[in-house]
């Protein structure tokens, strides 16, 4: 379980995140959604121990990430920037590879059991014909799977995404979130992602929070919270949903733009 | 990778024959591999001792020198373009020439229209080139926060600092001074002795096997900070270590040849060039490629205008630049 005790971050005197309080079960799929500038970054990156906190604490089944190593820490949680950097001239398998550094060192090549987890993790993300191409010239789609699979070959419990569909068409947008979708179903893994869109943040998760200005507005089921009046007070449009085929599809309406 | 690594050893094979034969004294390989034997007991030396001693006590120390001067910059460029993931990146960054230029100007200036160079600007070189970079450490890379951008401009304010101070005391000194500042700031290794080679050995070795052995840490860091750390590095750990070994191998052979450019930029390039991207690639092979480069254009260097020598950083871009042109567009032709 992900805990997450009156987490508080701020820029100089600037609050970026206010004592927000969250737990996560373990083999869930929680997303932080928000407008622009809500904090939900920051708060990701918290989550992932890459920020120190200005106040409070973020563990995982109990073990504070700010009291860990580095290496131990990379071992508890797997950490996706808005925007990955991808080296140019590596190849997908070196790129990948680097997912298993927390487990060898910077000292030592990958053991066996480093190599076949890389194997592995190619082979189920369908990535394996592409393992000597260089991660730089792949398309959109196919990189953030890359970056995927880096991730998964650092076989960690919960794995922190920021805005993994950025920049992708609908089909990659999908193809992405099923893979989570089904690692979460299948491997028992924990996700805690932000999300821009929020037909597809409902479509696929199991609990929405919904931030604004730094502070939790809301948290519940996709169903309750894409419904809620908050959500669209805090984005200030008017948001409908329709129901198709079962599926509950966030619509913004224009010519009522609230302030 | 190993057709490379072949050629590159081979390549310093050759520099390493070309270094000890060719001067204005000819002596064959042959000549020079049977008076070394025969200093090991086996068989006849056919070398007069004259011959011996400009073999083994002047050009040996300078190709040796040579070799690790070469080296040392390689490796360090190398690492300094990883750690800083900058390719314009060279091993004076972070004001290690303008600390050495400052200290060595201090010696050199101290006693005013002295015909050499005084004996101690090695000391006074290294001691400034110590100074500067951890003024820069101190200044850029204190705070937990900082980012390798911090601590570049750190290095180049600390750098304008004490080039300014150096410009200060070379126009209060005669004229004799200034030209022995800049016979010492073009760099050469016509100085090189064994006692200068000993004195450096020591800290290429540990400094060199500490940026090669960061090759793998150094491919992690091109992801960026953060990524780096969520895949359990150490950045900060790893960034001041590489960066003193770095810096610290940098000013002792500075300290011992003066300021040598271009090799620590162009060579790790022209290696990349050829083995790709990966550090762990880069760095061992630029530490052989660098050494033998370095010999090479010493050699060119002090045969070309002979008995006159020519200013051994004039040398190393002329001869890196076109080979640099020419791997960049024989590897463009590669790709198209």
Known sequence: ?259 | MVIIAVATVATLVVAVILGLVIGPTSISAQRILGDALSHLGIGHSTLASTQSSVVWQLRAPRMVLGLLAGAMLAVAGGTYQGVFRNPLADPYLLGVAAGAGLGATFAIVDIANAATIPTWTPLLAFAGAMVAVTLTWVIGGRSMRSTTSTLVLAGVAVSALFTSAQTFLQQQSSAQSIANVYIWLLGSLANASWHSVLIVLPYVVVCATVCVLAGRALDVMSVGDDEARSLGLSVRSVRLLVVAASSLGTAAIVSAVGLIGFVGIIVPHIVRLLVGTSYRRILPISVVFGAAFLVLADTVARTVMAPSELPLGVVTAVIGAPVFVLILSVRRMGNS
């Open chain 1, 1 to 259: 379980m992900v805990r997450l005790e009156h987490v508080t971050l701020r820029a100089g005197a600037t609050i970026l995140v206010n004592d927000v309080s969250l737990d996560v079960a373990g083999g869930s799929w929680c997303t932080i959604i928000g407008p622009n500038g809500a904090g939900k970054t920051s708060l990701v990156a918290a989550v992932a121990g890459l920020r120190p906190l200005s106040r409070g604490a973020v563990s995982i089944d109990g073990q504070r990430l700010d009291e860990l190593p580095e290496r131990a820490r990379a071992r508890l949680v797997a950490y996706v920037p808005q925007h990955p950097e991808i080296p140019a001239g590596m190849t997908v398998e070196e790129y990948v590879a680097l997912g298993r550094v927390a487990f060898h060192g910077v000292m030592r090549a990958p053991a066996a059991r480093d190599r076949e987890a890389v194997t592995g993790v190619l082979e189920r993300l369908e990535l394996h014909g592409f393992r000597h191409r260089d991660g730089s010239s792949l398309s959109g789609g196919e990189r953030q799977r890359m970056v995927l699979a880096r991730t998964l070959a650092q076989a960690t419990k919960v794995v922190v995404l920021d805005e993994p569909i950025t920049g992708l068409d609908v089909r990659h947008q999908m193809d992405i979130l099923e893979l989570l979708k089904k690692e979460v179903a299948e491997c028992g893994l924990t996700v805690i992602a932000t999300l821009h869109d929020l037909t597809l943040a409902g479509l696929f998760t199991d609990r929405l929070v919904l931030l604004h200005r730094g502070e939790v507005v809301l948290d519940g089921s996709a169903y309750d919270v894409i419904r809620s009046s908050e959500l669209a007070a805090c984005y200030g449009t008017t948001l409908r949903v329709v129901n198709v085929d079962g599926n509950d599809v966030v619509v913004p309406v224009r010519g009522d733009t609230r302030r």
